[in-house]
């Protein structure tokens, strides 16, 4: 399971009509908004080997930044496209990506976060070429959204016949909101207890406390 949060758990080479929207879906993950000018580049990201964590800092505009604290090491990996980084010692990968509010402003739901969701569920069956048979809406912490839809299809090599993308999705101001889709990560439980561990170690900051 995974997105675009996004999870694209999506890393399967898939069989019969779904293998042209498979192969698209999986490279799209957690990378369906478009790249901003320069924000990739004013990232940092820097492992403590007596914390044993990683920290990732990125300023999103002047006045907007904020950072991620992750368990064990993380590197920027080397994937065209997006922003990604990968665990060094476990099996696990995590895109990021931003979206304006300007680009949801023609979406009817009242929130930042839902309207995010509902441009991705746009995207995907858009992408795909046929609607989900699931979609759920979750908050796994206060602030954060969880989306998550599958689609079920007798030619998927799964044993389940299933593909399920998924993405958190976290507003950062009124004007921007993160997806944070999680890749590669096969156990439902390691799954959940990563995410919680990235969106417990979100930080955002404004204003001069994100100039200092």
Known sequence: METAAMRCEVRFLL??????WGAVAAAQAGALAPERDGWRETSEIRFDPSM????????????LCFSLSLPQEWRLSGEQGGFHVRAVSLEAGLDLSLRSAQELQDLPQPELAHRDAAFLQRDYEGLLGRPAQ???????????TRWSAT??????????????????IVPLSNEWVLELSLRDVEEVELHDALSRRILAGLQVRAGAACRS
């Open 134 to 144: 699931s979609v759920s809406l979750t908050s796994p912490v206060p602030g954060a």
């Open 151 to 168: 689609w079920i299809d007798a030619s998927l090599p799964s044993a389940s016949r299933a593909m399920t993308v998924d993405a958190l």
């Open 15 to 20: 069989a019969a009509g779904f293998l042209a």
């Open 52 to 63: 044993r964590e990683t920290r990732l800092a990125t300023r999103v505009t002047p006045g």
